[in-house]
């Protein structure tokens, strides 16, 4: 799979560091929502599901989790445990969240509003769909 963690910028200040994210800068869509992750229970998954359209952009904000993705033909996992780290979901991606620390904090800047037609929760569904567009 074609992904890798992005390096977001840091201003390193004795007074505490400042990392930031622009529209079609370092996020490569317009930003139309943002939402957030937080007091999961240790053990538990988020996610487990791929987006039609959507794509996002996420930040380990706090703490630490792990992204499993799947594009239909191969998995990849990648570790999230640093602010200024943020990882680019395509769409038409199966994505589960797990092994999150305590207090973690998980940003997430979507290019869509939130539609729920745009979700595939059936992971069959999805592996049909996405033979037709690979
Ligand atoms: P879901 O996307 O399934 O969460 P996750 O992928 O993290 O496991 O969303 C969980 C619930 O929250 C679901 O009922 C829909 C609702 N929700 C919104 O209303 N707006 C949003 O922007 C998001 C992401 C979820």
């Given at each position: 799979m074609d992904i890798h963690v992005a390096t977001l910028p840091k201003i390193l200040d004795k007074r505490g560091n400042l990392s930031f994210a622009e529209n079609m800068n370092q996020i490569p869509f317009e930003i139309r929502r943002t939402y957030w992750i937080y007091d999961v229970p240790g053990g538990t998954e988020r996610g487990g599901h791929a987006y039609l359209e959507n794509m996002e952009f996420v930040i380990a904000l706090s703490g630490s989790f792990d992204v499993l993705l799947d594009d239909g033909k191969e998995t990849e996992k990648i570790s999230l445990n640093r602010s200024y780290y943020g990882l680019l979901i395509p769409k038409m991606t199966w994505r589960t969240m797990v092994?999150?620390?305590?207090?973690s904090l998980a940003l997430v800047l979507s290019s869509?509003?939130?539609?729920?037609?745009?979700?595939?929760?059936?992971y069959n569904e999805f592996l049909q769909a996405a033979k037709g567009i690979i």
């Open positions: 092994n999150f620390s305590t207090n869509t509003e939130y539609d729920p037609n745009d979700y595939i929760r059936d």
